[in-house]
């Protein structure tokens, strides 16, 4: 196997780290990553680097992917690569290298693009179509359309709480051990939702206007809309 792609196991460390600090994508409005699950990357990583690779494939597979963590994503394709815990296949490693690539992580699209070139149009072909079963599973648009039902959810529970006094008196504390009031938790939800549905939105226009997930999220604006007006109507 050509070998060119393949990243030396002494920068995994440095790889590690790199996506430690960016893992959030300030431009992709994605959740926030919660300690758990901040001790779960923090282990995988140590089960990798000490051999275990078995475990550290169900981990990245299972509990982190699915989460849309693009590191762990990443990760399963490099596995791959290697046939570290799992057979050697390039052609799974394209499909979830594609994956892992989609919010234009540099490094790992230099990854992808390396093991492309490698590979017969054949092998290109098949990859296609792992990447769009896992695209349909895991993909930040699965993803975001999960979170903007969550904002959704929370928008409604709002108007469902009362008139728009009992939500200004309404404290609420967020997750770092701050206070807010009602009015500021409710705004930055909206706005955080507003984000989510405009990234829908586009990568809907960037794939298939005629996907089949289109109208899905038509119903999901209209809902949000409507919502937004009986809101500043109160």
């Known amino acids: 196997m050509n070998v060119r792609h ?6 995994i460390a440095l790889l590690m780290a790199a996506f430690a600090s960016s893992q959030t994508y300030s431009s992709f409005p994605g959740g926030v990553t919660d300690s758990k699950t901040l001790r779960v990357q923090e282990r995988v990583e140590e089960l990798y680097l000490s051999g275990d690779y078995d475990r550290a494939y169900f981990i990245y597979r299972r509990e982190l992917a699915p989460k849309g963590d693009k590191y762990a994503q990443y990760m399963i394709g490099y596995m791959h690569v290697t046939g570290a815990g799992v057979p050697e296949d390039p052609v799974a490693a394209l499909a979830w290298y594609r994956l892992a690539a989609e919010r234009g992580e540099p490094s790992i699209e230099l990854a992808r693009n390396e093991l492309q070139v490698t590979l017969t149009a054949g092998q290109i072909a098949q990859a296609n179509e792992q990447f769009a079963e896992l695209r349909g ?3 930040d648009r699965v993803l975001i359309y999960a979170l903007v039902k969550d904002d959704l959810e ?3 529970d709002s108007t ?3 008139s728009s006094t009992t939500s200004s008196n309404m404290l609420v504390i967020d997750r770092r051990g701050g206070y807010m009031s009602g009015d500021h938790y409710y705004q930055i939800i909206r706005n955080r939702l507003d984000a989510r549905l405009s990234y829908l939105k586009s990568q809907v226009e960037i794939i298939d206007v005629a996907d089949a ?3 899905e999220l038509a119903e999901i604006e209209s809902e949000i809309e409507a919502l937004f007006a009986e809101i500043d109507k109160r």
């Open 6 to 11: 393949l990243i030396p196991f002494a920068l």
């Open 137 to 139: 599973e895991l993909s």
């Open 154 to 156: 929370l928008l409604r």
């Open 160 to 162: 469902v709480r009362g």
């Open 213 to 215: 997930e289109s109208s």
